[in-house]
Every structure is written in C-alpha cells, then in structure tokens.
C-alpha cells in the first residue's frame, strides 16, 4: 500500500541551527501539508502546497518556514533558525486531489530543539 | 469557541462492546469531516471520511454527521484492545484540516 514516508524519525538540533525535514508524498498525489503537533497537544496545520507553490498557510508558518519541492519526489520543509518552541512532531500528508479530501499522513519527524 | 471540539477522555469500553464519540465543530458552513485515530508516538491515521448528513459505515465504524446540530459522531463496534487509540475528529476547509484534541479510548479485555 503506497504510503507517506518522512525522515529522519528523529532528528535533535540546537537553538539557532537550521534544520530541514524531509518527505516523500505518496507517487500519484498532488497536493502537499505540513502539520505539526507539541507534545501533549492538538495536531496543527502549518501549510498546504499545490503546483510548486504554497496554496494556504497558517499563522504559526511564519518567516523561519519554508517549503520547497526540489525534485520530482520529494517535499521539504525547512526551519531557519530554531527555537525551544519548535520541537515537536512534523507531520507531512499528501492527498489526490485538493479541498476538503482524504490526507494520508507520514510516521513523523520528532524534532528536539536543546 | 473552539473550532473542533472533542471530549478529552478517557473513554473507557469493556472489550465487545460499543464506543461512541463525539465531536462538535462551530463553523455551519463547514462541509468535510474526518476521523483519524492516533496511537501513542505515532502519526494520524485516516479511518472515515463523512461529508452528508446521515450515517457512513465501513467495518466496524459507523460516521453520523448531523450539519443543523454541528456534531459528528463515530461509533466502534465490538471494539477489541487494539482500538485503544486517541481518536481525532478534523474538519476541512480550503486546503487544511483542522483537528480536534482527541478522545483517548481505553478498551479493556
């Protein structure tokens, strides 16, 4: 069954050092996210991507964020500068189509920022 | 008034029997839902998807979505130990979903 597949699974950082997760959405989708979820929280959405370029954006996907499409595979997402705050679970999901549809979820990047 | 709300839990279900959990959201206009259900340290994993009023069965789950009322439910039947998950109710709008806490299901042998 194809599936959302992230690395690393675990990836510690300190302060201030950039970082970039990584994801390979399922081969036929065409619509990419980021969620993230804090320990002990809810699981927030932090982007939506569409045809190399961001369709949708939440607050918290502020100017340290980025997201980039670098081949046909895989997606990105990059943290500039990282705070105590940003650890926490990345998620990355595809789905088929856009709008209100079916995302698939990748295992997760735990990210630990000390 | 949050966006997707959910009882936190735990629910707690004797193996075999029924759990049922509920969700409500605030937006009317809202359209789209889905059940995931989230083991411990793990990603969400889509169980249902609902977006008429009515019911929605596939297995052992059954997704009510009532729009006038703004609730979505999802029942479990005969619920067995391996469905002790937390269970997240999300909402779509434009291109993302927005997820609710969770409700933490304990089913016991």
């Known amino acids: 069954e194809p599936e959302v597949t992230q690395t690393p699974s675990h990836q510690v950082t300190q302060m201030g050092q950039e970082v970039i997760l990584r994801c390979v959405p399922i081969?036929?989708?065409?619509?990419f996210y980021w969620y993230r979820q804090i320990l002990g929280q809810k699981v927030e959405f932090l982007v939506s991507?569409?045809?190399?370029?961001?369709?949708?954006k939440s607050e918290i996907f502020d100017d340290q964020f980025s997201v980039e499409r670098p081949d046909g595979s895989n997606f990105t997402l990059k943290i500039r500068s990282t705070k105590l705050e940003d650890s926490a679970m990345y998620f990355c999901?595809?789905?088929?189509?856009?709008?209100?549809?079916?995302?698939?979820f990748g295992q997760g990047t735990r990210l630990t920022v000390v | 008034q949050k966006e997707v709300e959910q009882n936190s839990g735990p629910l707690s279900v004797p193996e075999g029997a029924i759990a049922s959990l509920n969700c409500t959201y605030s937006?009317?206009?809202?359209?789209?839902f889905f059940w995931y259900r989230q083991y411990s340290g793990k990603s969400p994993e889509l169980i249902m998807s609902?977006?008429?009023?009515g019911d929605k069965e596939d297995g052992r789950f059954t997704a009510q979505l009532n729009k006038a009322s703004q609730y979505v439910s999802l029942l479990i039947r005969d619920s067995q130990p391996s469905d002790s998950a937390t269970y997240l109710c999300?909402?779509?709008?434009?291109?993302?979903?927005?997820f609710g806490g969770g409700t933490r299901v304990l089913v016991k042998p």
């Open positions: 999901a595809s789905s088929l189509v856009g709008g209100p549809t079916e995302a698939f």
């Open positions: 081969s036929n989708h065409l619509y």
């Open positions: 991507f569409y045809n190399n370029e961001i369709s949708e």
């Open positions: 937006d009317r206009g809202s359209q789209s």
């Open positions: 609902i977006y008429s009023n």
């Open positions: 999300a909402k779509a709008a434009g291109n993302k979903l927005t």
